[in-house]
């Protein structure tokens, strides 16, 4: 049995390195740019935004439910952070208070979102889905429907564009690691703390594996999903404000259609939809591999970014359709074996 | 025994009064609300939305969802302008479109019922795969760039061209019969009744002798297929197909079904919630812009009547079955004593 | 075939002709499944016009009966026989040619659809492709009229009560003109004003001839409906009654059979220090007023039959459900009403379905377990010590031999025994104070049983209280200290250990009073 296990496990990261490197050795081959440094560090940069939406999403996926308003989550963020931050001419005291009202206005979206979802029992993705129309409303009715530009070098420069580690390589390129990057190793670390290190992870993924027998274990569902949805909000924000830094500017079309890139990331990384299953280092592989489309469609010429959502529907259905033939496969392998547990419970009667 | 109000016929009344309110109150507000232009104006916005609310109407009452139609309108009006140009005439486009419309829905159908994905991820893939295709499709210059493309065929053309002088559209003609044809088709045939059946209890249905994957496959074929006559109008109207076309058109159709009291979960209301739904909110629009309002308030009013409508069922749900139990209760009591 | 039925319909709706005589012969069915014999040359007859009700324990071989008469199983051998002509049933399709219809519990009916919609569903009336509802709403009340029901055609069925449910079921069975309704427990969800609802529904079909089969647990209703009564043990049909025959004494004892008990080994004490009470307690309707008092190192069994409010019960007092009046007491002390509150102060909880409440089918062993134990294994800001978990986990594992012997299974992969002993082992390792089990052993086989009885009694030995329900008499009897039989909504008898046998619970259980027990009503 535990050899099984193991090799179940080696059998999900063999499978997750083999794509990746399909993948690169592939693109590498028919576009030399790819497997550049300066490329690499460029995908990686690419990806931050969505690693850590997709680090946050995570939560909400794990209860059994969707978070489709994050792309709107992300515009709000970067326009309520600069509005805020104008007021006191973008000063660093400004800018933090704008980033900090930023991000507890997505908590709170988030909790409003847990409190229509779990008490009304509206759908997740119906909920989702409504509050991001209002939302793209509200950014709209902020920023009078304009981009708010912000004062270059002040601390919202920072958030993405400040450089960290900076050298210059042998071959005389330099090698650039931003703010951005920082700022999602950090998050998808301490993201992986929480689940898998403390209770609160221990709760999540109880209540989306049985929210039964997780109330019978005396866990408040109410509490924990708001704070699960809280999180992917927050998560957003957090992407909206990189977002606005690296663009340089806010406005209500920033972070659209991320949503749907967040999830194939999350569908790609093998989590999965129905809750209780799926862990960061997969939501990061599935970021990853969808950084890395991204990137391919923006390096070849003949393809355009907008095919992006043609391959993101493609991807999203092959996955899926893959894990579902792979469970119904195991299903009837355990409905085997259920037969025949029932079959010598017979005996025993 | 009197036949008792659920939450949809309730909501269906409130939608009405809500569209005699809003009738009476930009009419009062404004001169020209209720005039043959305004009125063609708001019956041709309606008319879009509500082809593909009605085809929607039919996969949700089925208990199923489709995220898929906003691509659908997409991909179809690109390809519609594709065959146009190679010389069809437009009633020919038209009836292709209805396909190719339908085509879409039949692949969401049999990834549903054959494949076995759950209708939610796969409409919302597919949606994806559908705006893809067209801007795949879409016109670009030498440079690979998105450009306009007129439409040329005069027939084509004249789908879109008011039927009356004062205005009036054909679209607003084809939606309405349309709705009455499928108000019948849901309450006076097999098909509608398995489709109520199925929505309302998958398993019982299937207990029953309905054949279940047909019956879904159908409903996501009409929703194809609406969503595609939709998209021939709208494109001959606005004499080109861009890439934008069809952006957000799921939410907006979602909308329309459920705020007319088609319930999410299937089982109630029918074309007639969708047409209603579709109605008030294209009315909403119309008059909160004749006002100045802006698109942003229109967006948030849009997006609150989603959830007020459904949190509505749900607790309307709640309310009824407490009330049921307790009358029962009641009943029960009396006839021991 | 669907053609044929609809030619079946075409024909008037007058139901069944009134015949006389024999419906429907078993001669010696014989059934095993994968070399395990389940039915030894079951016999069984019944008449037009007749119900037959059918009593067995559970895994007496009621229900495989009733699938290889409705052709769901393939009999091994012996013969059926329907007006008395040897007939082969292989598929429901063909039972249904041949005139027989099940009522499962579990309704098939659509609640959004109406009453008539429901009866004609995958078999309408039609004319040019439209649905001829006026021509289906003159059957339905023809049959409704026929069999003197209240029911209107066009009420939706989801506000209609559940025995009037049950009326539109048997109308569908009817519509297809069938002679012979198979009844599965059709009372256990209704009310008793409902069930008698459905017992006039049940004369007036008899009346027309139809010939009914009606499986049941309960002894009251076979008094009230039944003609004739047919127990089944253990696969064999122990024998058939006539009305006068019944007789609680008779049944209980054919159902049963001849009870062995094993005797006290030890002498048993209880802790007076340590008393749960819980006084007049009240649950909608299914409590009504129920008290208690529990001691320190007994296991208290509750008996009943299912829907008896014996579930209901105990979440009240876990704290999962709230009650509507009357108090829980721990040593004098109010009981939270907060889940998480009464698991720190020592509760513990077995579910009655351990797949759909008990586990999470996702996740490892270890965590299933720990999952109960954040306030042993984490501190107080919720970080976990992974050490501290995996012991906890193993000494579990090692106490509870929970098998395979692997912290890291996944529990949706293991037995049905070790997935209920990664339950009970959840709550024992942290040897609580009051351990609340419901059904603790379906689906376990009989070698875990014995483990997880021993489990139990090591438990009460440290001064713990357990309170058990269980549907399994001979567990009831076996493993309890004392036995409380619930009945409508009350403790209706008590059996001390020493008098409680399996056929006075049995009839205690079912509403009639007995010699061993103490009554309390």
């Not at chain 1, 274990?217 to 830094?245: K, W």
């Not at chain 3, 030894?40 to 495989?64: C, I, P, Q, R, W």
């Not at chain 3, 108090?327 to 998480?340: E, F, T, Y």
């Amino acid at each position: 049995m535990k050899e099984k296990i193991l090799s179940s496990l080696t059998g999900v990261w063999a499978f997750r390195v083999l794509i990746l490197l399909i993948v690169c050795v592939f693109m590498g081959i028919s576009e030399p740019r790819f497997l550049t440094i300066g490329n690499i560090v460029n995908i990686i940069s690419y990806i931050s935004v969505y690693g850590i939406m997709a680090c946050g999403m995570l939560f909400a996926v794990l209860i059994g439910g969707l978070d489709l308003s994050i792309g709107r989550v992300a515009a709000l963020s970067g326009t309520i952070a600069c509005i805020v931050a104008r007021v006191g001419g973008f000063s660093a005291t400004w800018c933090l208070i704008g980033i900090a009202c930023a991000i507890v206005a997505g908590i709170l979206i988030g909790y409003f979102h847990g409190f229509l979802i779990v008490k009304l029992a509206i759908p997740s993705f119906v909920v989702t889905l409504a509050t991001s129309y209002v939302i793209y409303g509200a950014i709209t009715l902020l920023s009078g429907g304009s981009r708010v530009d912000f004062v270059r070098g002040s601390l919202m420069d920072t958030i993405s564009n400040a450089r960290i580690v900076e050298f210059t390589l042998s071959s005389g390129k330099p090698f650039v690691i931003q703010m951005n990057v920082v700022i999602f190793i950090v998050f998808a670390v301490i993201c992986w703390y929480v689940l898998s290190k403390t209770t609160f992870g221990r709760r999540i993924y109880a209540i989306g594996g049985n929210t039964t027998a997780a109330q019978f274990v005396g866990i408040n569902v109410f509490r924990n999903s708001c704070a699960a949805y809280a999180i992917s909000s927050g998560a957003a924000c957090i992407g909206g404000l990189i977002l606005m830094s690296s663009t340089s500017y806010a406005a209500q079309t920033l972070g659209a259609g991320y949503e749907g890139m967040v999830l194939m990331a999350l569908i790609v990384g093998g989590i999965n939809l129905a809750g209780g299953k799926g862990t960061i280092s997969g939501a990061i592989f599935g970021a990853l591999l969808v950084g890395i489309i991204a990137n391919i469609c923006t390096l070849v010429d003949f393809l355009n970014l907008e095919y992006l959502k043609f391959f993101q529907g493609l991807i999203i259905l092959i996955v899926c359709i893959i894990s579902v033939i792979l469970e119904t496969r195991s299903r009837r392998g355990k409905g085997r074996k259920a037969k025949q547990i029932a079959e010598m419970q017979a005996q025993d009667e | 025994m009197k036949k008792k109000l659920n939450s949809s016929t309730i909501r269906r009344f409130i939608t009405i009064g809500l569209v005699i309110a809003l009738t009476a109150l930009f009419s009062l507000l404004s001169s020209n609300f209720l005039s043959m232009y305004n009125l063609s104006e708001l019956f041709r916005n309606a008319a879009y939305l509500g082809l593909i609310a009605c085809g929607l109407s039919v996969v949700m009452v089925g208990g199923g969802i489709d995220l898929s139609v906003g691509g659908i309108v997409c991909a179809t009006g690109i390809i519609c302008v594709h065959l146009s140009d190679i010389g069809l005439s437009g009633y020919m486009v038209l009836i292709l479109g209805i396909i190719t419309g339908g085509a879409f829905g039949l692949l969401n159908g049999f990834i549903v019922t054959k494949l076995k994905l759950t209708e939610f991820v796969t409409t919302l893939a597919s949606g994806f795969l559908f705006f893809g295709l067209g801007l795949v499709f879409a016109y670009r210059d030498d440079h690979g760039t998105l450009m306009a493309h007129s439409i040329k065929s005069n027939t084509y053309l004249s789908l879109g061209q008011p039927l009356l002088p004062g205005g009036f559209y054909l679209i607003s003609l084809v939606w309405v019969v349309l709705a009455i044809i499928l108000w019948v088709v849901m309450h006076k045939t097999e098909l509608g009744l398995y489709t109520f059946a199925i929505g309302s209890d998958e398993k019982s249905a299937r207990m029953s002798g309905v054949n279940v994957a047909k019956i879904k496959v159908i409903g996501f074929i009409m929703s194809g297929a609406f969503s595609g006559l939709a998209a021939v109008f709208v494109t001959a109207y606005e004499r080109t197909a861009s890439t934008s076309l069809g952006n957000m058109r799921e939410f907006l159709a979602i909308a329309a079904c459920v705020v007319g009291g088609v319930v999410l979960g299937g089982g109630k209301g029918d074309a007639v919630s969708a047409f209603l739904g579709a109605l008030f909110l294209a009315m909403l629009d119309n008059g909160l812009r004749k006002f100045g309002m802006d698109s942003y308030v229109v967006y948030m009013i849009q997006g609150s009547l989603i959830l007020v409508a459904i949190a509505f069922d749900s607790q309307f749900a709640k309310i009824s079955y407490r009330r049921r139990v307790k009358e029962q209760r009641l009943s029960a009591q009396t006839l021991t004593s | 075939m669907s053609k044929e039925k609809r030619k079946s319909l075409d024909i008037k709706v007058e139901g069944p002709m009134k015949e006389e005589g024999v419906l429907l012969t078993c001669k010696g069915i014989d059934k095993s499944f994968s070399g395990v014999q389940v039915l030894f040359g079951a016999d069984f007859e019944m008449n037009y016009g007749e119900v037959h009700a059918l009593m067995g324990e559970n895994g007496a071989g009621k229900s495989t009966l009733i699938k290889i008469v409705t052709g769901v199983y393939h009999k091994d051998a012996g013969q059926l026989y329907i007006d008395e002509e040897s007939v082969e049933i292989s598929n429901p399709i063909e039972a249904r040619a041949h005139g027989i219809a099940v009522i499962y519990q579990e309704l098939s009916l659509v609640p959004d659809l109406t009453v008539m919609e429901n009866i004609y569903l995958g078999q309408e009336l039609k004319k040019y492709g439209f649905v001829e509802k006026n021509r289906m709403r003159e059957r339905t009340l023809d049959l409704i009229k026929k069999y003197e029901l209240d029911l209107n055609p066009d009420a939706t069925v989801e506000v209609l009560s559940m025995a009037q449910r049950q009326m539109v079921e048997v109308l569908k069975a009817l519509s297809t003109n069938a002679k012979l309704i198979i009844m599965d427990e059709p009372t256990s969800s209704l009310s008793a004003a409902e069930s008698e609802h459905l017992f006039r529904t049940i004369e007036s079909l008899k009346k027309k001839g139809t010939g009914i089969i009606y499986v049941t647990h309960r002894l009251e209703e076979v008094y009230r409906i039944a003609d004739r009564l047919t127990v089944m043990r253990n696969g064999e049909v122990v024998g058939t009654l006539t009305k006068a025959e019944i007789n609680p004494r008779t049944v209980t004892t054919m159902m049963i059979g001849h009870e062995i008990k094993t005797e006290y080994d030890v002498q048993r004490t209880f802790n007076d220090d340590f008393v749960l009470e819980v006084k007049d307690l009240r649950y909608g309707d299914l409590l009504k007023g129920v008290s208690f008092t529990a001691k320190g190192g007994e296991i208290l069994g509750i008996g009943g039959l299912v829907g008896s409010g014996r579930t209901e019960l105990l979440h009240c007092i876990y704290g999962a459900k709230k009650p509507s009046g009357g108090r829980i007491l721990l040593n004098g002390k109010p009981v939270s009403r907060s889940v998480i509150k009464n698991i720190n102060n020592g509760f513990g909880l077995v579910p009655e379905d351990r797949r759909r409440e008990g586990f999470n089918p996702l996740q490892t062993v270890e965590k299933n377990i720990a999952i109960a134990s954040h306030d042993v294994i984490a501190n107080a800001l919720g970080l976990v010590y992974a050490k501290k978990e995996r012991d906890w986990a193993e000494k579990a594992i090692e106490d509870y031999d929970i098998r395979p012997k692997n912290r890291k299974m996944i529990v949706d992969n293991m037995s049905g025994g070790n997935q209920q002993k990664v339950i009970l082992g959840r709550w024992l390792i942290r040897e609580p104070r009051v351990l609340i089990l419901d059904e603790p052993t379906v689906g376990v086989d009989v070698g875990v049983r014995a483990e997880l009885y021993r489990f139990m009694r090591q438990l009460t030995e440290s001064g713990s209280i357990i309170i058990m329900v269980s549907s399994d008499l001979f567990e009831l009897v076996q493993v309890s200290d004392r036995i409380l039989v619930m009945h409508d909504g009350v403790f209706f008898e008590e059996f001390p250990r020493e008098k409680a046998t399996q056929a006075a619970v049995l009839m205690a259980a079912s509403g009639e009073h007995t010699e061993e027990g103490v009554p309390l009503v």
